[in-house]
């Protein structure tokens, strides 16, 4: 069986962001997707959380399983990020 091409798996990942309340924007040069500040970009062969590589291959990748490595990865931003208080 041959294997999705990333092209494939970026345009069904898209289309199920977007049935999950993410803004698409799938014209664009590169394709992202937006949800409560946080930006998905899809490059040619990467997905990008923001400014950082998740280091996933989408090509076959379930949208169940998409969807929790977007999730681990927001989680682990979150925790990441300095609060502003921190800086108080």
């Known amino acids: 069986m041959k294997r999705e091409t990333f092209e494939a798996a970026r345009r069904r ?4 962001l977007a ?6 924007k799938s014209a ?6 937006r949800r409560d500040g946080e930006t998905l970009y899809f490059r040619p062969q990467s997905v990008y959380l923001n400014a950082h590589s998740l280091w996933i291959d989408i090509r ?5 399983d998409f969807d929790r490595t977007v999730e681990r990865w ?5 925790i990441m990020k300095p609060t502003e208080a921190s800086h108080v």
């Open 13 to 16: 990942l898209l289309a199920h």
């Open 19 to 24: 049935s999950h309340g993410w803004a698409v």
């Open 28 to 33: 664009l040069k590169v394709p992202n997707a």
């Open 60 to 64: 076959g990748m379930t949208e169940l």
């Open 74 to 78: 927001l989680t682990h931003n979150r």
